[in-house]
């Protein structure tokens, strides 16, 4: 399961850690904020050492980086340097937004960070940074740095990172053994030609995986508390309406949840994951979450052979039970955290739903009907339009065609 998206749930995706950054504003050297000439010296002054001090971070440059360090910060920032060398950047940059002097020789800074992995990332993964900083004989020191306020943490600041690389993913795991990072590597792995098949527009055809050591520290890696994530295996974060340039994603996986799974759950839920991986540029605040979870789940599910039955026994139970559900599912029904039953119902209608389509009309316009919801300026009207133009149907044909599918296929 996953969620998509800041600002909404969309219960991960994602939500919970992406920025909209652009490459661009990356790479940009001023900062926010209307102090006057005096504060616009600072904050260059400050941009140039933290430019710096990120050129060092990639050089793995340990004097260099040090010297942008107060002595007693260092420890701390070293232990993180340490860490981060485990993990294949490709680049690493921070951009000042805004600069507060905090007293005589003291400013906290706010700043945006955004790095990228070596072979897996096309844009910036990102995240708000508070940055304490000090100045002394006419040099400005960092003294703390930390997530700005609900922002998540970065995994190596929960511990030394362990890196596994397959054919295509790439599993960062923090406290865990390194079998399990390989299996889910080679469960990543097989996922991405399965999804490839299922989706024909271009994505990167790569995985990144984050694997932390307890649910408490996943939420940590999503900014909430772990316990919103209680029984989930795997969110995967990103950022929508950001189109090719949008940050980059990871799945991140709950490693109590995956561990109670099943070989055949284990890759459906990776193969899930990484369809929000692929589909993202073309998922928008238009796109319903019954649209990208039951497309997700359509994918995982295609091919295995699994029956209606199998695969939604909670509505499959409810559908016997007479209780046949009168709409599709709303985004709110997948909220994390509340009832399980209702909510795998609500994955297993979105599912449903996809495979009607993929039934009914053929999979090319099920993947032609994703693309025209998310391709929509906002939701209203995103849905009606896209099973107009792609379908030649309506929302009410629609939903009473899917009434009638769990019917047959669930009764």
């Known amino acids: 399961m996953a969620g998509q998206g800041c600002g909404a749930r969309r219960p991960a995706v994602a939500c919970l850690l992406a920025l909209l950054l652009t490459l661009t504003g990356l790479a940009g050297c001023t900062a926010g904020g209307s102090g006057g000439p005096a504060?616009?010296?600072?904050?260059?002054?400050?941009?140039?050492?933290?430019?710096?001090?990120?050129?060092?971070?990639?050089?793995?440059?340990?004097p260099a980086f040090r010297a942008a360090l107060d002595p007693a910060y260092a420890p701390t920032a070293l232990t993180e340097f340490r860490r981060l060398g485990k993990v294949p950047l490709d680049d690493w940059r921070y951009r000042v937004t805004g600069v507060e002097r905090t007293g005589e020789g003291r400013a906290t800074v706010r700043a945006?960070?955004?790095?990228?992995?070596a072979d897996h990332d096309i844009g910036f993964a990102t995240s708000r940074r508070v940055l304490d900083l000090a100045e002394r004989d006419?040099?400005?020191?960092?003294?703390?740095?930390?997530?700005?306020?609900?922002?998540?943490?970065?995994?190596?600041?929960?511990?030394?990172v362990r890196t596994v690389r397959g054919s295509r993913s790439l599993v960062l795991g923090v406290g865990q053994d390194p079998e399990?990072?390989?299996e889910i590597a080679a469960a990543a792995d097989r996922a991405i030609p399965v999804v490839s098949e299922a989706w024909p527009s271009a994505w990167a055809d790569a995985v990144v995986v984050l694997v932390p050591g307890s649910l408490e520290a996943m939420g940590g890696l999503l900014g909430a508390p772990g316990s919103s994530y209680r029984g989930i295996a795997a969110v995967t974060t990103g950022e929508t309406a950001g189109g090719a340039d949008a940050p980059a994603d990871r799945v991140?996986?709950?490693?109590?949840?995956?561990?109670?799974?099943?070989?055949?759950?284990?890759q459906l839920v990776l193969t899930h994951e990484t369809v929000h991986v692929a589909t993202r540029a073309h998922t928008s605040p238009a796109t319903p979450v019954w649209l990208s979870e039951g497309f997700a789940d359509w994918v995982g599910y295609r091919g295995t052979?699994?029956?209606?039955?199998?695969?939604?026994p909670e509505l499959a139970r409810a559908v016997r039970a007479g209780e046949l559900p009168a709409r599709l599912p709303e985004d709110a029904d997948f909220g994390f955290g509340g009832d399980a039953e209702a909510l795998a119902r609500a994955y297993e209608g979105g599912w449903l739903a996809c495979a009607l389509i993929a039934e009914r009309w053929g999979e090319?316009?099920?993947?032609?009907?994703?693309?025209?919801?998310?391709?929509?300026p906002g939701r209203e009207g995103a849905v009606e339009k896209a099973l107009q133009e792609v379908l030649d149907t309506?929302?009410?044909?629609?939903?009473a065609a899917w009434r009638t599918y769990l019917g047959e296929r669930l009764g």
């Open 180 to 182: 399990r990072l390989q």
């Open 138 to 160: 006419g040099h400005w020191y960092m003294t703390g740095d930390r997530p700005a306020e609900g922002a998540p943490r970065q995994l190596w600041e929960q511990g030394d």
């Open 394 to 399: 309506t929302p009410e044909e629609f939903t």
């Open 39 to 62: 504060t616009a010296v600072v904050s260059r002054e400050i941009q140039t050492l933290l430019d710096t001090h990120a050129r060092a971070l990639l050089d793995r440059d340990e």
């Open 364 to 376: 090319t316009e099920l993947t032609a009907f994703y693309r025209a919801v998310g391709a929509h």
């Open 305 to 312: 052979g699994r029956t209606p039955a199998q695969a939604a």
């Open 112 to 117: 945006e960070l955004g790095y990228r992995l």
């Open 252 to 266: 991140i996986v709950n490693p109590e949840a995956y561990g109670l799974l099943g070989a055949f759950g284990r």
